[in-house]
């Protein structure tokens, strides 16, 4: 065994006889507070042909064990427990290249527990043994639920071919699998219980426009609870298979639109959680900062709405912009009404130039680097709602617009709402209401992320933000982001602004965070990150 995942851990320190020190993986350890001192003691055991490690300072030997299986760093090729019986199975890729293998014990008592060989390998989506397909194009094919009970059903077939499933019966293997069971004469082997033949149905449905011919064995009468074919002997198993029936999908009452399961969502759902894993998200828009990337689970949620609330004149507009300019080259419409549509595009080229006015009458590289800055602008999809009181309608129509001519709108700001509602008190609750609604359907029917920025009042001594009658904004919103600008009161003009974002709320995510290490640049309308800088907080807003 390579100690190899052992030596990439966080402050690991090899010995010369090739073992290695490392902090202890335990959670509890030093009662909590982590391993300062490296105490924990990682070797191959020759002798026995198996990891070993121990903590010097006295942590379970198997909570260790546990620890270094969750970190990915243990090796499971470890011999059986006394008292436990070892079986193991190798499953192969259909071209036949090894994935994994996948390690039963089964203790005296019955008790069963089950390991992959490699850590975070878990192929639930594949057939043990179909690899054996492409040697024989021709063959049935009989596919049982686990390794064990295909293996005994591989003894009692001379010329088909045995496949089981690795999903476990709450699961099913992918298409991109099931298509090489393709026009061939394919008999299914439940387990004798209630969820095994749920198994199977559900890997029927899947194959009836696949195999030629799908089949079903049925146990017969008197047959005990639970049992699978490698309970039965080899001529039993030859008569279940002779005489496994058709299949005939059962008459299903029609499930009303409204009604969704988990199985409608499944892939989407480990399509996410997959691309999260490999920083590939496609569901998402990146912000243009990673310290709010981060803990936005890689940005802004397409088929959603986000709130940013902050006091009128923090720069609103200025995040907006930046914002905007992190999707391009990809479109992205802005719906801000308090300006004009050339002083949104006079901010996007000073900011793309890294110039302000002065700069821009002062110093002729400045002049060329905005000149340069709006030839850039000008070829880029960026659209603006020009018109002082857009309604609701009128928005969704641009949105439309936009994505019909691209094929896809990542991003819709709209900045900001107190000015896109009307403005008589008795009105202005129920018209935000009704926005805070527009804008998630307009996410979800466009599939794209929706920004909504949104004024607050700050209290005078706790410097805490309220939205009062704009709180429906907050009830609607996938997230809720304050921005805070420290403006020095003796120098307005500064060029450089402290400021940093509270994540007060994440539906999916984490929330009560303060994120600093930004630098707002106001003259230049830059918002930039000095660096990566996430404390999570408790306490009231005005502790921020």
């Known amino acids: 065994m390579s100690l190899h995942e052992v030596a990439m851990l966080p402050r690991s320190k090899q010995l010369p006889d090739g073992s290695y020190m490392i902090p202890c993986p335990v959670p509890g350890h030093g009662k909590g507070n982590g391993d300062k001192n490296p105490s924990c003691h990682v070797w191959h055991d020759a002798e026995k042909d198996r990891m070993a490690a121990t903590c010097f300072s006295g942590c379970d030997p198997e909570h260790v064990r546990e620890a270094l299986e969750h970190l990915g760093a243990w090796d499971k090729k470890v011999k059986p427990l006394p008292g436990e019986d070892r079986q193991e199975w190798t499953i192969y890729t259909p071209d036949g290249h090894e994935i994994v293998k996948h390690i039963r014990f089964r203790q005296k008592d019955g008790a069963k527990t ?16 179909v690899e054996q397909l492409r040697k024989n194009p021709e063959a049935a094919v009989v596919i049982c639920e686990g390794e064990k009970a295909a293996d005994a059903v591989q003894k009692a077939t001379e010329k088909g071919i045995a496949l089981g499933t690795v999903t476990g019966a709450s699961g099913c293997p992918t298409e991109d699998i099931l298509k090489h069971l393709e026009g061939r004469h394919v008999v299914l082997w439940p387990d004798n219980d209630d969820i095994g033949r749920q198994h199977m149905t559900r890997l029927a449905k899947r194959l009836q426009n696949v195999a030629a011919v799908l089949r079903v064995v049925a146990y017969p009468e008197g ?12 001529e ?29 969502v499944e892939r ?26 981060g803990p936005l689970i890689g940005g802004w949620q397409r088929g959603a709405m986000s709130l940013v609330a902050a006091p009128s004149g923090a720069g609103k507009t200025t995040l907006c912009i930046h914002f905007a300019a992190a999707v391009l080259p990809a479109p992205v419409l802005m719906v801000a009404p308090e300006m004009t549509v050339a002083s949104l595009a006079r901010r996007e080229i000073l900011r793309r130039a890294g110039a302000s006015m002065h700069d821009y009458r002062k110093q002729p590289k400045a002049q060329e680097r905005t000149i340069a800055a709006a030839m850039e602008l000008s070829q880029l999809p960026l659209y603006f709602v020009d018109k002082l009181e857009p309604s609701m309608e009128e928005i969704r129509a641009a ?28 009105k202005r609750y129920l018209a935000l209401a009704m926005y805070a609604q527009f804008s998630i359907e307009l ?23 309220t939205l009062r009658e704009s709180a429906m904004l907050n009830h609607k919103a996938h997230l809720e982001l304050h921005f805070y600008a420290n403006r020095d009161k003796r120098n307005p003009d500064a060029d450089i602004v402290d400021c940093h974002f509270w994540l007060e709320k994440q539906r999916d995510g984490p929330s009560k965070i303060k994120i600093e290490g930004i630098r707002w640049e106001p003259a230049r309308y830059t918002v930039t990150e000095l660096g990566l800088t996430v404390q999570r907080e408790i306490g009231s807003i005005g502790q921020r």
């Open 443 to 465: 996410a979800q029917t466009l599939k794209t992320a929706v920004v909504l920025t949104s004024q607050v009042n700050v209290n005078k001594d706790t410097k805490e933000y």
């Open 268 to 293: 989407e759902v480990f399509r996410t959680l997959d691309e999260y894993a490999s920083g590939t998200r496609s569901d998402v828009v990146s912000t243009g900062l990673r310290c709010l990337d």
């Open 223 to 234: 047959t005990p609870e639970k049992a699978d074919a490698a309970d039965m002997d080899v």
């Open 236 to 264: 039993q198993r030859r008569e279940l298979l002779n005489a496994a029936k058709p299949y005939s999908p059962a008459a299903e009452v029609e499930r009303p639109s409204i009604i969704s399961v988990f199985a409608d």
């Open 114 to 129: 089950f390991r992959w060989s490699s850590k975070g390998v878990k192929p639930a989506g594949m057939l043990y043994r």
């Open 399 to 426: 949105a439309e617009w936009v994505k019909e001519k691209h094929g896809d709108l990542p991003l819709v700001l709209l900045d900001y709402a107190q000015f896109l509602v009307p403005m008589e008190e008795q």
